[in-house]
């Protein structure tokens, strides 16, 4: 079965067609350069060039650098502030003529690893980290993602770890990559004390030019690059447009209204874990959470 994936970053916007039951691409990637400003109407213009390159009449499903919930943008990462409170999935929806699906790009990036690439079969708490234009995250226990964790936006320093440690940040403050990976390195040591994770999965931009830096890298947990190198968001935008647990995976979706931070998706899918379980996971989570707004 085949899905048009489509994955929205600060500098590019690329798609092709996806078989989801294998996790690879069904036809070459098309790219169109980020607009600038990168404002709804302007990015749903090029979202549907793409669809048009392809003559897609199906699904599609998108990845977005920012919080969303229920198809709704609640922050901007590296595009235009016009996004908080955009209802994606509906604007892309009408654009294109398709039914449109919507996923942070961390997540959907690693939704298709656990499935398919780095993460599959790895127990325990894995973490999908993508450098490029800012930093994303996706945690995944046992295969099951918590979504929105935008842990690239964490205090390192008094800045935000994404504008230290990116790619972006590397190539604007032009340092090499040894001294790049010491960043990183810090980054995830952070991580490590919070999360005691068991793999480190580096996906993004810099996914391909691993054997740059990754021997200067100093942590404790196992660190690998993305199997599915860039292509990774779209192939699991294209997934997440599937609506199959059993092609994305399981999501912790918690129900319970005090829990104000804690993403809930609108798939209908049950939750995983107990109540007082979602609790006490979001509970620990909600305090490295960005405030809400923009992070770029």
Not at 40 to 47: C, G, K, M
Request: include cysteine; charged fraction near 20%; charge should be negative.
């Amino acid at each position: 079965m085949d899905i048009l994936g489509i994955d929205i970053g600060g500098s590019g916007i690329k798609g092709a067609p996806v078989n989801i039951d294998e996790g690879v691409l069904s036809g070459e990637r098309h790219r169109i350069k980020t607009p600038e400003p990168a404002t709804p109407d302007a990015v749903a213009d090029v979202v549907a060039q793409i669809a048009a390159h392809f003559d897609w009449k199906g699904s599609i499903g998108c990845t977005f650098p920012a919080v969303i919930k229920q198809g709704v943008a609640h922050t901007a990462a590296n595009v235009d502030q016009a996004w908080i409170g955009t209802n994606a999935e509906e604007l892309l929806a009408e654009r294109t003529g398709c039914l449109a699906r919507v996923v942070n790009d961390a997540d959907a990036a690693g939704v298709a690893e656990v499935q398919f690439g780095a993460g599959r079969g790895v127990r325990g708490t894995v973490f999908m980290l993508t450098f490029g234009t800012g930093i994303g995250s996706a945690i995944f226990t046992n295969g099951i993602l918590v979504p929105n964790t935008e842990l690239g936006h964490m205090d390192i320093r008094g800045k935000e770890a994404e504008h230290r440690a990116s790619d972006r940040a590397r190539k604007e403050d032009g340092i090499k990559w040894p001294k790049w990976a010491k960043r990183v390195s810090e980054y995830l040591n952070i991580l490590e004390a919070l999360y005691w994770p068991d793999l480190f999965i580096i996906g993004g931009g810099v996914s391909k030019k691993t054997l740059k830096f990754a021997d200067h890298l100093d942590t404790r947990t196992p660190v690998v690059p993305a199997q599915l190198l860039n292509d990774a968001g779209i192939v699991g935008a294209a997934m997440w447009a599937s609506g199959r647990e059993d092609i994305c995976g399981p999501v912790i979706t918690p129900r319970d209204s005090t829990l104000t931070n804690a993403p809930i998706l609108d798939r209908g899918w049950a939750p995983m874990f107990p109540t007082d379980i979602q609790a006490c996971c979001w509970a620990l989570i909600a305090p490295l959470a960005p405030a809400r707004g923009s992070r770029g």
